[in-house]
């Protein structure tokens, strides 16, 4: 009898027992096999080219660089790679932003170990998988919050605690520009001021300390 063919699975994640526990529920399963982990960024990407997976389990947070870079990236070599992100961040920005770099599942490590089950299973199959809490977030999200490239590079900054100065010097661009984006940043998170701003982008996962 031939053996039923199973769903290859990359892991990637920078916590040794979060891979470790990730690939013994994943192995658990008939229908899936575990091909290879990864730890960083740089390891991710090589590991994909090594293992070529039907799929890859991969945290936002990596030490080298963010895991929706790392999509990106394997997207362009590979269009039809397939991502579901596991991670802590349960803010829509976060969500959002894995979505739209083609991510096609959403889990939060505090959810039941099924709900990554699932999703490895209907992304395998060419579905979405985003919880419905996480769903009826982002159906809440207000269309002009989203944020410009440069924006989010603004904001990020301000998280860090950089004045408009120091964050001109860094962007190369005038205090006067900085300002500018400000006052769309603080529009966009409908906040009155750089504090309020600090901490929905940090609750939203817009940006990160």
Do not use: C, W
């Not at 080298?64 to 070599?77: E, T, Y």
């Amino acid at each position: 009898m031939n053996k039923p063919e199973t769903t290859k699975v990359l892991v990637v994640d920078d916590h040794p027992f979060m891979r470790v526990g990730v690939s013994a529920i994943l192995r658990a399963q008939s229908d899936m096999s575990v091909v290879g982990e990864a730890a960083t960024a740089a390891e991710a990407i090589a590991a994909y080219r090594k293992h070529l997976p039907d799929l890859v389990v991969i945290d936002l947070g990596l030490p080298d660089d963010s895991g929706l870079n790392v999509i990106r990236s394997v997207r362009s070599l590979d269009p039809a790679a397939r991502f579901v992100v596991l991670t802590n961040s349960e803010g829509d920005g976060d969500i959002y932003q894995a979505l739209t770099a083609g991510a096609l599942g959403y889990v939060v490590k505090g959810m039941a170990h099924q709900s990554l089950v699932e999703a490895v299973r209907r992304v395998a199959r060419g579905g979405r998988y985003v919880p419905q809490p996480l769903a009826k977030m982002l159906d809440m999200r207000s269309p002009n919050s989203n944020l410009t490239a440069r924006e989010r590079e603004v904001l990020a900054q301000v998280v860090k605690g950089r004045t408009n100065k120091e964050i001109g010097a860094e962007l190369g661009i005038t205090e006067g520009t900085v300002k500018r984006h400000m006052g769309e940043i603080l529009s966009r998170l409908e906040v009155s001021d750089r504090t309020q701003a600090v901490i929905t982008a940090l609750r939203r996962g817009l940006a990160h300390l």
